[in-house]
């Protein structure tokens, strides 16, 4: 219903009548969005206050960026647009790292951000928070659009919906000047001007002559190969992939963020054999995945000397051919490819080769032999693989968990530890790589899907979002967070060599991140082995309550940039 207001304009007669507030707020629950993350502030305080009244859920932070994670994590996990309020400038610009970060790793998303008043930033005469912040974020989201007139609200929001949705999803500005929330209309015109929008993201169906080429490219594979992306974790298409995967037969693997749309147990899996199956692959078959730097661009020494063929399917035609050849573009949303893809195999599908199965399943078995004592480590202080052991049983244990990692080491080393069993459970940094991921995602997953969270954190990550821990107390949310806590950047152990202070990637020693918990009513604790830390998160995540456990790992554990230590440059010059 619309909030309206009654203005008697003379006597005898009444007229009801609306404002901008409040047709913000009509536009945002006609069309399903009834959770806001965000900063208040001016120009938006009311709004926020207004928005609680309503019935929506503001969750307020204590930093613009980490509302924007939030943000734009749950538009990945829903396939809505989540949406990120700010305040006008500063908190515009904090707000837009998340809104660019959306927009790279294709997650629908919406930044509102207060403005100040155009004649006077138009002359740049000096406003308070005076911006062009629309101009400013053009470059770095989908789309960006300002509402001048409060007639104009419902049309605006519609079309920023529309635009982070539709087709590749992505990040959306939407710029609202202070003097749009006090206009005041007619409420029955207000009303009329409300847009509910309707197929926001149609399918698109791929050309039926693409998925026969793509097919008779697969099926004349000698090492084909499947590689699923975060894009078919989007999809929210599991069924229709899992059948597709399993009627090839064909090695797979799942990039970060896909883990779990197939268990990383399954028998096809080849997470254990990556280096093998993207060296040894003939046809490599990409569902939801870009042959980005986080594929070494599908080329160079990675994917070794023998000649391949890449299908590539995804929604956005220019992604094709973006570093390499693609044989067989299929161009379509995933859900849609996959079901044509599965149809067109028939019932006759030749098994995948069994000398390529077979080589692939050797290797895979024989790495996760070598690994398992590692895992199996309970030493003190912990390293990397003993932490990360006792963690993998956990998750096995609760495979509704949402899992949430950032770090460098911790980041790359529990993305091969860590199985996961079941889609979207593992949210990590992503396309971009950034650090300070971990509490905004951590809090928007406990709100959007009511599951507990395990957020395993570096120390040096957790320092970026670090004081959204009191944003978890003050919401109860069932999130627990593990600090891997090895005093430093990649490690504690580096020295200053040309003065007193302390190396540029040194923290202070034995801090304990668990105090800061306690401070703001959660439960902190000390972990000094795996054993401590299993029971530590096994309580948390029986309890609910909000846990931050200190896990002390040896600072001389870890490796330079994790491992991607080739993107750092090294000087050629020796000191004289």
């Known amino acids: 219903m619309l909030n309206t207001a009654t203005k008697s304009e003379a006597p005898g007669t009444e007229q009801e009548l609306t404002d901008g507030f409040h047709l913000v707020i009509d536009a ?4 399903g969005i009834n959770t806001i993350y965000g900063v208040p502030g001016i120009p938006i305080t009311d709004l926020g206050r207004m928005m609680q009244a309503a019935g929506m859920r503001v969750l307020s932070f204590r930093h613009e960026q980490n509302a924007g994670y939030a943000a734009s994590i749950a538009g990945f996990l829903t396939k809505k647009p989540g949406v990120c309020l700010t305040v006008s400038a500063p908190g515009f610009l904090n707000g837009l790292t998340a809104l660019a970060h959306a927009t790279t790793n294709c997650f ?82 207000g009303a009329r001007s409300l847009v509910k ?50 009627k090839t037969g064909a090695p797979f693997l799942q990039m970060s963020m896909a883990k779990g749309l197939l268990p990383d147990t399954h028998a096809q899996s080849a997470g254990a054999a990556r280096s093998t199956v993207l060296k040894d692959a003939d046809v490599v078959m990409l569902i939801g995945a870009r042959l980005n730097w986080l594929l070494s661009h599908g080329k160079g020494k990675t994917w070794g000397d023998a000649p391949k063929k890449f ?27 996959v079901s ?32 398992a004592p590692k895992l199996m480590s309970n030493a003190s202080p912990m390293d990397y693989h003993g932490a990360l052991g006792a963690l993998r049983t956990i998750i096995k244990e609760r495979p509704d968990a949402i899992l949430v990692n950032e770090g460098a080491n911790t980041l790359d080393l529990a993305r ?8 979207r459970k593992r949210l990590d940094v992503g396309t971009w790589g950034v650090m300070g991921i971990g509490m905004g995602y951590s809090i928007a997953a406990a709100v959007e899907t009511g599951k507990p969270v395990l957020a395993v954190e570096g120390d040096s990550a957790f320092g970026f979002s670090g004081m959204e821990i009191e944003t978890i107390c003050r919401y109860q949310l069932p999130v627990c967070i593990v600090i891997f806590n090895n005093d430093g950047i990649y490690r504690g152990t580096d020295v200053n060599t040309g003065g007193s202070d302390p190396a540029t990637t040194v923290f202070v020693k034995g801090s304990r ?63 004289k």
């Open 108 to 189: 629908p998303m919406i930044l509102i951000s207060g403005s100040s008043e155009r004649e006077i930033v138009d002359l740049q005469q000096g406003d308070y928070e005076e911006m062009d912040q629309l101009a400013i974020a053009k470059p770095l989201c989908k789309a960006a659009f300002r509402v001048l007139h409060a007639a104009d609200i419902g049309i605006g929001l519609a079309r920023a919906i529309r635009a982070a949705v539709s087709g590749r999803p992505g990040g959306v500005y939407l710029d609202l000047p202070a003097k749009l929330f006090g206009q005041v209309m007619d409420a029955g015109a």
């Open 513 to 575: 991140y668990d105090k800061m918990m306690e401070a703001f009513g959660g439960v902190g604790i000390n972990a000094t082995s795996p054993d401590e830390l299993k029971r530590a998160v096994n309580a948390a995540m029986d309890s609910g309550k909000p846990t931050l456990i200190n896990a002390v790992i040896d600072p001389a554990a870890g490796s330079e940039s994790g491992r991607i230590g080739n993107l750092n440059p090294q000087s050629v010059l020796k000191k």
């Open 416 to 423: 091969g530890v860590i199985d996961m069993y079941k889609p």
């Open 311 to 337: 299908i590539q399917v995804d929604i956005e035609p220019k992604e094709m051919d973006s570093n390499v050849e693609i044989a067989a573009p299929v161009v379509g949303d995933i859900g849609s490819c």
């Open 340 to 371: 044509a893809l599965l149809e067109g195999m028939g019932g006759n599908w030749p098994a995948a080769p069994a000398d390529w199965v077979s080589t692939v399943n050797k290797k895979r078995d024989d790495n996760v032999a070598k690994m």
């Open 28 to 31: 945002l629950k006609l069309n």
């Open 197 to 246: 929008v309707i197929d926001a993201a149609p399918a698109q169906i791929p050309a039926p002559s693409a998925v026969k080429r793509a097919l008779d490219v697969f099926k004349g594979a000698k090492r084909p190969l499947i590689i699923l992306g975060k894009g078919a974790a989007y999809a929210q298409a599991d069924n229709e992939i899992r059948a597709f995967v399993e």
